[in-house]
Every structure is written in structure tokens, then in C-alpha cells.
């Protein structure tokens, strides 16, 4: 890759970001473990899921519009 190669700085502040949404990384692998037993392939851990990728992209939006120009 050369250094004129454009980066996305999206999964740095993704990552950047997961430690701000711990409460719902926690709920979520509370989840998980729960059904980890499950047999029947009903239950899930969408929401939660779902919860944690939310709250990581509302702290990405702000950092990244401010990145693109």
C-alpha cells in the first residue's frame, strides 16, 4: 500500500469507541451466555446485539464527520 492510499478512519473510531459502550457489551454477552445452551435455536441476542452497535456508532458519527472533508 502506498502512502497515497486513502484510509478509512472508521474502524479506529470504532474502536476507539467500544470502551464507551460497555453497559451494552456487558448486557449483550450476559445474552449469550444465557442461551448458550439453547438446543432449539429460538433464542438470540439480536437486540442487545444490535444495542451495543448502536451505541458505538452514535460515538463514532460525530468523530468521523469531523474526518471527512
Known amino acids: 500500500m ?3 492510499d486513502p484510509v478509512d ?3 479506529y473510531l470504532e474502536e476507539r469507541c ?3 459502550c460497555v453497559k451494552p457489551w456487558i448486557g449483550y454477552m450476559k445474552c449469550v451466555e444465557r442461551i448458550k445452551d439453547d438446543e432449539s435455536g429460538l433464542k438470540h441476542c439480536t437486540g442487545q446485539y444490535f444495542d451495543y ?3 458505538v456508532d452514535k460515538c ?3 468523530q468521523l ?3 471527512l472533508k
Open 60 to 62: 463514532v458519527v460525530p
Open 53 to 55: 452497535w448502536s451505541c
Open 65 to 67: 464527520f469531523k474526518e
Open 2 to 4: 502506498s502512502d497515497d
Open 9 to 11: 478512519p472508521k474502524a
Open 18 to 20: 467500544k470502551s464507551k
